[in-house]
């Protein structure tokens, strides 16, 4: 399992923000609290590392809850918390619908309002996730 590191949300939150529109600052300046994404990411590689590993909806709602709720980034928090979560299951072996856009910003909305716990998260983004399927 492979976690997104500090600098991929970084990338993430620059690319929401200039696909989507919002405010973005330069750098590291976009960051509100540098320690918070830091202590983000250390705890995803800390949770990976561990026996047995947490499942991957598990680190994906991790993902998605802290980045919507820590608003670690000065604009596009919930934007970058999804796409986060999707690069995350991508790498995992699965693909996340983020279809109805309308679904999902009402989902992420609920998020950052503290109505969805991480297991409600984690039966949302299971359910809109598929298995990829290899090609021989």
């Not at 919930?78 to 796409?83: G, I, N, P, Q, W």
């Not at 995350?88 to 279809?99: C, I, K, P, Q």
Request: glycine content about 4%; aromatic content about 8%.
């Amino acid at each position: 399992m492979k976690y997104v590191t500090a600098d991929q949300l970084k990338t993430v939150n620059h690319r929401m923000i200039r696909a989507t529109g919002g405010l973005y600052l330069a750098s590291e300046q976009n960051v509100v609290y540098p320690p918070s994404l830091d202590s983000l990411v250390n705890f995803v590689q800390t949770r990976i590392a561990l026996r047995p590993q947490p499942s991957v909806w598990e680190i994906a709602a991790f993902y998605v809850d802290r980045l919507t709720r820590d608003q670690v980034f000065h604009d596009g928090n919930k934007r970058t918390a999804l796409e986060a979560a999707r690069l995350f299951l991508e790498g995992a072996g699965y693909r996340l619908s983020l279809a109805p856009a309308n679904e999902s910003v009402e989902f992420v909305t609920n998020v950052a309002r503290g109505s969805q716990n991480r297991d409600t998260i984690a039966d949302w983004l299971r359910a809109h996730a598929k298995k990829k399927v290899r090609k021989a």
